[in-house]
């Protein structure tokens, strides 16, 4: 059974930075893709980043240049650094493993950026 485990959240101020990690054990298949969403309060869940099959990085347009995602060679652990934290990053992020179109998703870790 794959089971994304997230962890790195917590209360930062503007300006600063945290790391989020996603373990992604139990997963057996060769290729797979490794994705970040969040959640802000009030809001639906959006795409932050993704880890492609093919080992593409992928960043949303809005947190390019601040959001960096990485990979250990198996992308068993996937890590998010996220720099120059806005209060608009505000939010739950969640990990998901994508394997053949289908979504493991973990219980997500909070980020809050504020003063």
């Known amino acids: 059974q794959v089971q994304p485990v997230e962890s790195g959240g917590g209360l930062v101020q503007p300006g600063g930075s945290l790391r989020l990690s996603c373990a992604a054990s139990?997963?057996?298949?060769?290729?797979?893709?490794v994705r970040w969403y969040r959640q802000a309060p009030g809001k639906q869940r959006e795409f932050v980043a993704e880890i492609t099959e093919e080992d593409q990085l992928i960043v949303r347009e809005s947190v390019k240049g601040r959001f960096i995602i990485s990979g250990d060679n198996a992308k068993k652990t996937v890590f998010l650094q996220m720099n120059s934290l806005k209060p608009e990053d505000t939010g739950d992020y969640f990990c998901t493993v994508v394997v053949n179109g289908y979504h493991y998703w973990g219980r997500g870790t909070q980020v809050t950026v504020s003063s």
């Open positions: 139990g997963t057996t298949a060769s290729t797979y893709a």
